[in-house]
């Protein structure tokens, strides 16, 4: 089984479509794929029209000590979905702390699930340091967009080993084509060699409550989202 992480560099990059539309080109390809929402927001969900009232998820079963295994959704056969669940502010510190005091809390959870999936995806949060210790992660993507505010925290950031993924690029932006010339010349093979251009199309999707690859197949988003997961494909097989 191999593991994925997407983190976004700032909130509002797109993070979460991008990761149910991974998981969705995966499947489509015969792939076993397991999602796992980390964030609190709790967004995953409502890729796959489950319902906004729905409280369940793998945090919430920790808070009421109920098993985290019986929390799953199982969207088609081979493509699951586990929630983060619906917490109030001081039962997500409550796993917050957990998560700290026990960091190899997935990373067993990853163990007991690699008979069944071929991949498992996590939507990670930003500022959560013990949700995004979610064991071994073969490919760690962080999500940025070719903007000014993205290119100072970039600046600002710690040495990563996270590869860039720009998402909503749009090649009419000399501003954009500018940041991407910097940006391949200061972080190489960091940046991914594709992008994820502007598409209303994934907005949409979200709205309709699907992936953009189910919502609008031939739209420009989900082709490229289907080039990321020929790059995610041939990273796995050079990592066995």
């Known amino acids: 089984m191999t593991a994925l992480s997407l983190r976004g560099l700032r909130g509002g990059v797109g993070t979460s479509s991008l990761l149910v539309a991974t998981g ?25 029209n489950v319902d906004v ?38 039962e997500q510190e409550q796993v917050e702390q957990r998560l700290r005091n026990e960091p190899e809390l997935w990373r067993r959870r990853q163990t007991s699930l690699a008979a069944h999936y071929d991949w498992i995806l996590f939507d990670v949060p930003l500022r959560l340091p ?25 600046q600002q950031q710690e040495d990563s080993s996270e590869h860039l993924l720009i998402n909503r690029f749009d090649p009419a932006s000399q501003l954009q084509r500018d940041l991407l010339l910097i940006w391949r010349k200061q972080y190489g093979e960091r940046l991914l060699p594709l992008n994820i251009h502007q598409d209303e199309a994934m907005r949409e999707a979200l709205a309709f409550k699907k992936p953009v690859g189910a919502y609008a197949k031939a739209s420009l988003a989900a082709q490229d989202i289907q080039s990321l997961t020929t790059w995610c494909l041939t990273r796995r097989l050079e990592t066995l």
């Open 53 to 90: 009232g729905e409280r369940a998820g793998w945090a919430r079963a920790m808070i009421d000590g109920l098993d985290w295994h019986t929390q799953a959704w199982s969207v088609e056969p081979g493509l699951s979905l586990l929630p983060y669940g619906r917490l109030k502010w001081a």
């Open 130 to 154: 013990g949700h995004a210790r979610v064991g071994p992660c073969a490919l760690r993507l962080q999500v940025v967009e070719a903007d000014a505010a993205c290119h100072v925290l970039l």
């Open 24 to 48: 969705h080109a995966l499947h489509e390809l015969g792939e076993r794929v397991l999602l796992v929402d980390m964030c609190p927001e709790n967004l995953l969900r409502l890729h796959y």
